[in-house]
């Protein structure tokens, strides 16, 4: 159901959009899409965040998660570097604890904790979009062999 805000911003500037949020954003599609399309596009549109709003609450997930598992919180540049490196490590978390005994949990989380800098994160992104256990098990020895880069010393009495 389209509220009444939303008709009159339609008919108004049918290129825009007022998302669930509360913020309208354009909609430029292809004049040779069908009606039927467009529509449908638009009430999709209407029913879902706009970008920031929805980046927002993934973002606000993460943290929650974060929180919840006793990971430590991120440092980086900026605000949306933080909560992209957020968002990269949760989904880090959630792909691999379901797998895991419940005693093995805390190793996951003090690897995962082993790399506080936002960039890090940010760098393997790529695990965002992907559920491929072997990329994600990179991500995991990265950690492991910058921790033993920052402390060279140790190394080196081990050899
Ligand atoms: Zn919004």
New binding site residues.
């Given amino acids: 159901m389209m509220s009444r805000q939303q008709q009159v911003l339609l008919q108004k500037k049918p290129r825009m959009v007022l998302?669930v949020?509360?913020?309208s954003?354009e909609l430029d599609m292809l004049p040779t899409t069908s009606q039927q399309v467009q529509q449908d596009t638009r009430a999709l549109l209407a029913c879902s965040?706009?970008?920031?709003?929805?980046r927002?609450e993934r973002q606000a997930v993460a943290i929650g998660r974060r929180d919840a598992f006793g990971l430590v919180p991120l440092a980086g540049e900026d605000v949306l570097q933080n909560g992209l490196a957020e968002e990269v490590r949760a989904h880090l978390l959630e792909m691999l604890s379901p797998a895991l005994a419940a005693d093995a949990l805390p190793a996951l989380v003090a690897v995962l904790n082993l790399h506080k800098d936002a960039a890090f994160w940010v760098e393997h992104r790529a695990v965002l979009w992907s559920t491929n256990k072997q990329q994600m098990a990179t991500v995991l020895l990265d950690l492991l062999q910058s921790q033993e880069w920052s402390t060279g010393e140790e190394r080196e009495e081990l050899t």
């Fill in positions: 998302c949020c509360g913020h954003r965040s706009c970008p920031a709003c929805h927002g």
